[in-house]
């Protein structure tokens, strides 16, 4: 009897690593909603406005049926930033020929961050404009969606720079779902993030 | 008993002969501070970024301007320089607050680390640069 018990206990083991594991799928983050039909209403992110490093409108429209990776940065940073963009280039270099990813960055340095500052910010990093979207714009609306991409920016005198940031690369799909996240300052963390990118990338764009 | 002292000595001699490298980094600290003052931009393999900060791992810059160098550590950059042929424009802030001995051994961890071989400073030195530049 007792013997049976092993054996069973054995075979379940044996059974549950037979079955082929369910295949994972990028959770939506943030809190969700119920509407009073029942649908479940996942948070996104709201309508924006910014303008890019050659002068361009950038809009949710940029991103229609794409999906895009966000970052927070100033481009004095003497601290995080050029970790991330450092990782942001590796990303850039992967996804640079396929059309469904793009990256958007935002200054949070609104005064220094001019639209020729982040120009030349990206003939620098030798980026293309059409791929990696540097972007400026009005001060309140950058500070508030960077909530919305549950990241961080704070103006704060006693940070190195003068501004509290998070390093964060957050993954947003096409159906403006923020999907994954990483610390952008951990190349780790990246390698991790991208493999979440190519799921993400099976997932809406199924061939 | 003088032997056997002698002939001690002359093993550890020989060890020391065989093995100078047992530390594969000889300056431990300035790795460390490295990490915590300069990583961040210039990246743990010297590499900098593009062409917004400089590389440290094969520079030229370090072999031409080695008097500047510890007045650079402490005090920034705000000129243009050229490294391996690539204009830099950006500024650098300097740590004011490492000593003279904390300025020698990141400076020697940089000038040994990634194939960089550049003549050790000495604090006699370093002091006496300092002094040029002191603000």
Known sequence: MKYFAFIVLII????????????????????????????????SVPDFSFIDQDSQLV?????????????????????????????????????KNDGRVMLLSHSIDVRNDTVAALHRHAAKLGVDAKKWRL???????????????FSVAVEDPDSPGGFDHSGRLILVDKNRHVRSFCDGTNAEEVDRFMKDIDLLLEEQFPR | MLKKLCLAGSILFCFSVIFPNCQPNPYREGERLYKTHCANCHMEDGAGL??????????DYLKNHRQKLPCLVRYGIKDTIVVNGQVFA???????????????NILNFVNTSWGNQIEPFRLEETRTLLEKCRH
């Open chain 2, 90 to 104: 950006e500024q650098m802030p300097g740590v004011a607050t490492l000593s003279e001995i904390q300025i020698v």
């Open chain 1, 59 to 95: 809009t949710n429209a940029t991103f229609a049926d794409k999906i895009y990776v966000v970052d927070f940065f100033f481009i004095h940073c003497p601290t995080i930033c050029p970790r991330v963009k450092k990782n942001g280039l590796r990303l850039y270099e992967k996804y």
């Open chain 2, 50 to 59: 593009h062409a917004l900060i400089p590389p440290l791992a094969g520079s």
């Open chain 1, 135 to 149: 972007v400026t714009g009005d001060h309140d609306a950058i500070y508030s969606i960077a909530d919305d991409y």
């Open chain 1, 12 to 43: 379940t083991t044996w059974a549950a690593c037979l079955t082929s594991p369910e295949k994972r799928t990028l959770p939506i983050l943030g809190e969700r909603d119920i509407s009073p039909g029942g649908d479940t209403i996942y948070r």
